[in-house]
């Protein structure tokens, strides 16, 4: 036999919950040409995370090349 749902007679406490306009900001719609700028915006910053990891990683294997030298004149 289901449980019967209790529900509250009492109304929500207004200062219980918070505000609305405290949390998100409200929603903008974009235009097709503000969202082409953000996606370059965003692309162009991942081609240049990306560009930095791949000089850390030439970096990391000059060093590990450099390393094989040494092994290999000894």
Do not use: C, H, Y
């Not at 207004?14 to 405290?22: C, D, G, I, R």
């Not at 081609?47 to 040494?70: N, S, V």
């Amino acid at each position: 036999m289901p449980v019967p749902k209790q529900t509250d007679p009492r109304p929500p406490d207004p200062k219980a919950a918070p505000m609305k306009s405290e949390g998100r900001k409200p929603w903008k719609k974009k235009t097709p040409v503000e969202v082409i700028f953000e996606q370059a915006d965003k692309l162009r910053s991942e081609i240049a995370e990306g560009e930095e990891e791949l000089k850390a990683k030439r970096k990391q294997l000059q060093k590990f090349e450099e390393a094989k030298k040494l092994f290999e004149a000894s």
